[in-house]
């Protein structure tokens, strides 16, 4: 007798009541980091908060809404600057936090380019720092700038062309009479920040948390002066449109004309023939990234070849032919499932949080400590809370904080 085939479980209300909550509060905090440039959480908290909801979706279609955070890019423009429709559609990149995300990515690429004219084609990658600064866009005509612009939502940005002038790595005539639409990111050196909090400091002013709130805030000021005495870099990284000139075959090509024509490149990148050589240079800058003058989460992978590039196109956010490679989170988000004591070997007692298991600085948790009932008191903790928590090196995590919100 055959057994019966059990239909798959859909979301309980539990599944439905956690999905809702996590909207509100990545659409909470996503408008604190990309409109008000005041973020709450830390980045990798966020990227917690997306790659659960995410799950959630994946695992129940029927939870799936065209309206989803993981379906957007950036955030809404604000209504202090002209708004400015972009030529060429901006995007936001996937993530993969491991090696075994980042070559489940390379078999999704292989798979899609096997139904192409390309079948035959064994793609080459480059892979550059993921800088923590804000998205540019440029528009020049016959080699003079005429427009900056921030990514916004990804139709639809602010004009920053008065304070994007005022950046030395930008320049303001290119060395060919070209038409061009690059992107690039605006960055602020981690000196700088740290000047800038000293005199905000002084002033009664709020401190920047970090160098990409730093750098949005620098960007979208109304005052160009404010801009300039900030010292801002630049790093361009793609080309959308080109004209007046051969448009290149590869990334990696797209890089090196972009510094013949003026722009600044960050020359630490890599051109790999296999997804080892890749793997490689993640590991060496994950223990040198602390050594850059800037902030970095991670390296940015793309397939190389531009024909390849358009034959795997987009998805609704994201480019098919790349990914952002992160490095280990030391913070992340989950759910505090329970409190228990615990007696040690001297007698004595500590709680400890028994969390929903999540993934941070490389391995899966699911438990931290809570040291004693003065923590638990000072946090407000309590069962069913979502929780941020923080992990360096072989410490054992600990909770930061409560999302109250």
């Not at 979301?11 to 909207?23: C, E, P």
């Not at 040198?288 to 390849?308: N, R, T």
Request: aromatic residues 6%; hydrophobic residues 40%; proline residues 4%.
């Amino acid at each position: 007798m055959k057994k019966p085939v059990s239909k798959p479980k859909g979301a309980t209300v539990k599944d439905r009541t956690r999905v809702r909550a996590l909207r509100e509060l990545i659409e909470h905090h996503r408008a604190r980091y990309h409109e008000a440039d005041a973020p709450e959480i830390s980045d990798e908290a966020y990227d917690s908060l997306i790659t659960e909801l995410a799950q959630f979706e994946a695992q129940f279609s029927e939870l799936k809404i065209k309206e989803s955070p993981t379906e957007k890019v950036g955030g809404a423009p604000s209504t202090a600057f002209q708004k400015v429709t972009h030529r060429v559609r901006q995007w936001s990149f996937d993530n993969a936090f491991d090696e075994k995300e980042l070559r489940e990515w390379n078999e999704r690429v292989l798979r899609n380019l096997a139904g192409t004219q390309w079948k035959a084609s064994v793609p080459s990658y480059v892979a550059e720092h993921k800088i923590d600064g804000l998205k540019v866009v440029l528009e020049y005509e016959n080699g003079a700038l005429v427009r900056a612009a921030t990514r916004g939502d990804g139709e639809v940005g602010e004009d920053i062309t008065h304070t994007a002038r005022t950046i030395s790595d930008i320049p303001h005539v290119l060395t060919k009479k070209v038409s061009l639409t690059v992107v690039g990111e605006a960055w602020l050196p981690e000196s700088e920040l740290e000047r800038i909090n000293v005199e905000r400091e002084k002033a009664g002013e709020p401190l920047f948390q970090n160098p990409r709130n730093a750098a949005a805030g620098s960007v979208r000021q109304l005052d160009p002066e404010i801009t300039r005495k900030r010292k801002l870099k630049f790093f361009a990284y793609d080309i959308d449109a080109v004209a007046g000139v051969a448009r290149p075959k590869t990334q990696h090509e797209e890089l090196e004309l972009l510094a013949t024509l003026g722009l600044v490149v960050n020359k630490r990148y890599v051109h790999a023939t296999s997804l080892d050589g890749i793997v490689h240079f993640y590991e060496t800058w994950k223990g040198k990234k602390d050594s850059l003058p800037y902030g970095v989460d991670g390296v940015v992978v793309k397939i190389d070849e531009v024909a390849l590039q358009e034959a795997l196109g987009y998805t609704a956010k994201a480019p098919r032919f790349g990914i952002a490679f992160k490095f280990p989170a030391e913070e992340a988000t989950t759910v505090l499932e329970d409190i228990r004591l615990q007696i040690g070997r001297t007698g004595v007692v500590t709680p400890v949080a028994y969390l929903r298991p999540v993934r941070i600085a490389g391995s899966t948790v699911s438990r931290a400590t809570l040291h004693n009932e003065d923590q638990i008191a000072r946090l407000d903790i309590r069962v069913g809370d979502t929780v941020v928590l923080q992990k360096a090196g072989d410490v054992i995590p600990e909770i930061l904080r409560v999302l109250m919100e």
